[in-house]
């Protein structure tokens, strides 16, 4: 059974930092790439970070939207993925999302986590 569950957003101003949590459960995750997902009212879910399963063993490889190229931080424990994110701006509130299963079509319907809102804002 397919377990996703995200923690650690909130609301904090422009400039400050927060710390998204991941835990997914199921023996087949250490095989897959997980990572975060974001999105912004009236707007498409993106892709914000992503970690690959191989090279795991060294923290795997990552992925990230420009956007946040330098600002936030992917890592990864097995299932677990955390996303730390740091200048944060106003563009960057949205519900962020784990998807524990990225394949290369996309991201795998039914393994999202239930989102957690990043509010930026003064």
């Known amino acids: 059974q397919v377990r996703v569950v995200e923690s650690g957003g909130g609301s904090v101003q422009p400039g400050g930092s927060l710390r998204l949590s991941c835990a997914a459960s199921g023996s087949i995750f250490s095989r897959n790439d997980m990572g975060w997902y974001r999105q912004a009212p009236g707007k498409q879910r993106e892709l914000v970070a992503m970690?690959?399963?191989?090279?795991?063993?060294?923290?795997?490889q990552t992925i990230y939207a420009d956007s946040v190229k330098g600002r936030f931080t992917i890592s990864r424990d097995d299932a677990n993925v955390d996303l730390q994110m740091n200048s944060l701006k106003p563009e960057d509130t949205a519900v962020y999302y784990c998807n524990a299963d990225i394949r290369p079509g996309g991201p795998r319907p039914g393994y999202w986590g239930q989102g957690t809102q990043v509010t930026v804002s003064s």
């Open positions: 970690v690959t399963s191989r090279g795991l063993h060294s923290g795997g």
